[in-house]
Each structure stands twice: as structure tokens, then as C-alpha cells.
């Protein structure tokens, strides 16, 4: 099946930095997303990105398929942003629904 | 608030016990996922369910089933329960039976004693 590798485990930003997340993927995928665990334990998906770049508010998220990487940007992080947050791919190609998630990287954002 | 409802949000029983999990799936949503959570293993895929038919399978243990009824609800069924069963159980649903979003629950956490 498919490996998932995201890289830095561990992150830690001062209020209102920008950080870059990475996400490696070892097959073709027709799907890429991206989730943020708060501390509460709440899985939220952030995006849904194929291919491309996506933005939502100071989040963007880019996925160049055809090298097999996705990469997630925070911009001006706020202590809210903190938390783990995980890239996911389908397993066989895409032919099935279910996702592999990577092990994640852990922001913590100070004040 | 993702639209999926899990319950229990907390289970602690003992070891050797039987539980069940439950999910309800955002509305219009007709794919299931069950999700394990642990701290040494990550987020493990369990099973997928799409329209009441099992759809995928994952690192499922023979101890453990799972169905989805016809009103798109499903159950998670744990049994001969171990230490290291506990952990975070996750649903999660999506519109198709794969490339599209899915969205989850807040997880039920199981406490195995």
C-alpha cells in the first residue's frame, strides 16, 4: 500500500509566524487532504486538493501530484493553529475510499 | 461541528468485555470509515462501508465487526476486549465510495481496564 511520510514531526512558532508543512506520498493518488487534530482530539478536514493550490483564510495547501508531495502553509499562526496536523492518502490509486494517514506534525504555537 | 454524531464520547470497561460503538453519518453521506487512534500505532483504518456493503478493509482484528444499516448508520463492535484496545475509535463518512472528503466524528474513547 501506500506510504505516507510528513515532515517536521515537531514544530514550534512564535505567534505570527509562517511555517511549511511537508507531505511525501509513495504512489499516484487522485486525492490528497489535509486535517488538523486539536488538542481537544477533533480530526478537522482542512482541504480536499488533488492538485493545485487551495487557500482558506491564512491556511493554503498545494499538492504537485506529479512529484508526489503536498505541501501545507500557515501563515501569521495564531495559538489556535496548535495541534497536530495530518496528510492523508487514498490506499490502491484512489480505487478505494479509504485513507492512509501519515504520522503528522505536531505545531505548537507560543504567545 | 462535522456533522457526524459519535456515541458514546467515553467507554471504560474491563478487559474481556463486549462494547459497541456508534455513528451516524452527515446527512446525504453514504460512506462509512471506522478509524483506531492509538498513541504508539497512529491513525489505523479499520473498515469502510458504502450504502450497507462492506467497501474495504483494513487492520481490522477478527475480535472486532462492524455493519452499516439501512438508515446509513453504523456500528462498530468490539469484543474480548485487551489492554491495548484502548484508544481514540474514529467514524468518519464522505458522499462517494471513494474520491471525496471525509469527515469525522469527535471519537469515542475506550478505556479498557
Known amino acids: 500500500g501506500i506510504q505516507v511520510e510528513q515532515s517536521p514531526p515537531d514544530l514550534i512558532l512564535q505567534e505570527g509566524a509562517n511555517s511549511t508543512l511537508r507531505c511525501n506520498f509513495s504512489d499516484s493518488v487522485n486525492n490528497l487532504q489535509w486535517f488538523h487534530q486539536n488538542p481537544w482530539g477533533q480530526l478537522i478536514n482542512l482541504f480536499y486538493?488533488?492538485?493545485g493550490t487551495k487557500q482558506n483564510g491564512r491556511l493554503s495547501a498545494t499538492t504537485v501530484a506529479t512529484e508526489r508531495y503536498s505541501l501545507l502553509y500557515i501563515s501569521s499562526s495564531q495559538t489556535t493553529d496548535s495541534g497536530v496536523y495530518f496528510c492523508a492518502a487514498p490506499n490502491y490509486g484512489g480505487s478505494q475510499g479509504n485513507l492512509i494517514f501519515g504520522k503528522g506534525t505536531k505545531l505548537s504555537v507560543k504567545p | 461541528d462535522s456533522g457526524v454524531t459519535q456515541t458514546p464520547k467515553h467507554l471504560i470497561t474491563a478487559t474481556g468485555q463486549r462494547v459497541t460503538l456508534r455513528c451516524s453519518p452527515r446527512s446525504g453521506d453514504l460512506s462509512v470509515y471506522w478509524y483506531q487512534q492509538s498513541l504508539d500505532q497512529g491513525l489505523q483504518f479499520l473498515i469502510q462501508?458504502?450504502?450497507?456493503?462492506?467497501?474495504a478493509k483494513g487492520n481490522i482484528l477478527e475480535r472486532f465487526s462492524a455493519q452499516q444499516f439501512p438508515d446509513l448508520h453504523s456500528e462498530l463492535n468490539l469484543s474480548s476486549l485487551e489492554l491495548g484496545d484502548s484508544a481514540l475509535y474514529f467514524c468518519?463518512?464522505?458522499?462517494?465510495?471513494?474520491?471525496?472528503?471525509?469527515?469525522f466524528g469527535n471519537g469515542t474513547r475506550l478505556t479498557v481496564t
Open positions: 462501508y458504502y450504502n450497507g456493503e462492506e467497501r
Open positions: 468518519a463518512s464522505s458522499v462517494g465510495s471513494s474520491g471525496t472528503p471525509l469527515h
Open positions: 486538493i488533488p492538485s
